[in-house]
């Protein structure tokens, strides 16, 4: 079964509003948590490291201000786009390192119309 | 250039052919390997986890690294329209809580 969870899988939003994904670990504690772009036929672009208790560390190029990334607890962190828009459109998905393996979630395919 | 280069594909075979799928790197410093399998529209799964030179082998799946030439390979025997997906190899220079770099993905259909 999955180990990362995440949710909502689809989401459409109009321009200017702001949407909030979640991505959860299932039974494993995860202090660290990453959220990754993914662009079709692209690769997965790392856009931040999510800390639980502590700032999140965002790769050059990823607005911190624009991609909020809260790492709430041991199980759960999340990122919500503000003020999207459409350019904002991608599969977005995370990831957490249990015992050295990497477990990624579902993705979420964000549409900004 | 790019840290991991990877041909996108796609890559078309019949079913039960062998399949050959490989990436190139430029950072000598990377010592773990992994194949992760993407389905559409899904996250992706780890298939292979190597750390060494040489060969590992997984029921159907075999993954090959060459350090000295930096060139990692996956091969796919008796290939099945269920493999059809996207795989990226991704590497990194350390275990644990490592942060892997991905290829951009190949993307192969396996036609009945």
């Known amino acids: 079964g999955a180990v990362v969870s995440q949710h909502p899988s689809r989401v459409i939003c109009k321009s200017g509003t702001s949407v909030k994904i979640e991505c959860r670990s299932l039974d494993f504690q995860a202090t660290t948590m990453f959220w990754y772009r993914q662009f079709p036929k692209q690769s997965l672009m790392l856009m931040a490291t999510s800390n639980e208790g502590s700032k999140a560390t965002y790769e050059q190029g990823v607005e911190k201000d624009k991609f909020l990334i809260n790492h709430a607890s041991l199980t759960l962190s999340t990122l919500t786009v503000t003020s999207a828009h459409p350019e904002d459109s991608s599969f977005y998905i995370c990831?957490?390192?249990?015992?050295?393996?990497?477990?990624f979630g579902e993705g979420s395919r964000l549409t900004v119309l | 250039q790019k840290e991991v280069e990877q041909d996108p594909g796609p890559l078309s075979v019949p079913e039960g052919a062998i399949v050959s799928l490989n990436c190139t790197y430029s950072?000598?410093?990377?010592?773990?390997f992994m194949w992760y399998r993407q389905y559409s529209r899904k996250g992706p799964e780890l298939l292979m986890y190597?750390?060494?030179?040489g060969n590992k082998e997984d029921g159907r799946f075999t993954a090959q690294v060459d350090k000295s030439s930096k060139y990692i390979s996956l091969f796919i025997r008796d290939s099945q329209p269920s493999d059809s997906a996207t795989y990226l190899c991704a590497m990194s220079v350390g275990g644990g809580s490592y942060i892997p770099t991905f290829g951009r993905g190949t993307s192969l259909i396996v036609h009945p």
């Open positions: 950072n000598s410093a990377f010592q773990y």
């Open positions: 990831s957490a390192p249990r015992s050295g393996e990497l477990f």
């Open positions: 190597t750390y060494s030179s």
